[in-house]
C-alpha cells in the first residue's frame, strides 16, 4: 500500500532528525581532529578523566604527544602546587583545546562603559 502524506512527512522529519544528528557528531569530530591536529606542549586543554560515576571534567596543560601502540597518547597535567596530577590520557577524552574558560569567564567591556565612566575600573 501506497504511503499516506501524513506518513511521508512523519517518515521525512525522522529522517531529518536522524541526518541532522549525525551531521552535528560530524562537525564535531571535525572540529575536534582539526584542534587535535594543532596540539602541542604547553596548550591549554579540558578534557575528562576517570572510570564510570568517577568520570570528572578537568581543565590542564600539555606536557607532550606520543605514539605509542595504543595510537597516540597525551600527557597532561591538571591541578596545582603539590596537588597537581599528571595523566596520560587518549585524544578521545580532550574536549576543547585553549583558553575557552578563561576567555568566558573575563568579564566583557565596551566602548560605551569606558566612555560612560574612565575611571571605573580603577579601584
Keep these: 500500500m501506497a504511503k ?3 506518513e511521508q512527512i512523519a517518515a521525512l522529519q525522522a529522517r531529518i532528525a536522524a541526518d541532522t544528528a ?9 572540529k575536534a581532529s582539526s584542534a587535535l591536529e594543532t596540539l602541542a606542549a604547553d596548550a591549554p586543554v579540558r578534557f575528562v578523566f576517570g572510570r ?3 568520570r570528572k571534567e578537568y581543565d590542564g596543560v600539555v606536557l607532550g604527544i606520543a605514539e605509542t601502540d ?13 596537588d597537581a596530577q599528571i595523566v596520560v590520557i587518549d585524544p578521545s577524552a580532550i574536549l576543547s583545546v585553549g583558553d575557552a574558560e578563561k576567555e568566558a569567564d573575563a568579564p566583557e567591556s565596551t566602548a560605551q ?6 575611571l571605573a575600573s580603577i579601584q
Design 52 to 54: 564510570a560515576e568517577n
Design 22 to 30: 549525525k551531521l552535528n557528531e560530524l562537525q564535531a569530530a571535525e
Design 113 to 118: 562603559d569606558a566612555a560612560a565612566d574612565p
Design 4 to 6: 499516506t502524506t501524513v
Design 70 to 82: 595504543k595510537g597516540k597518547r597525551i600527557k597532561v597535567q591538571y591541578g596545582e602546587g603539590f
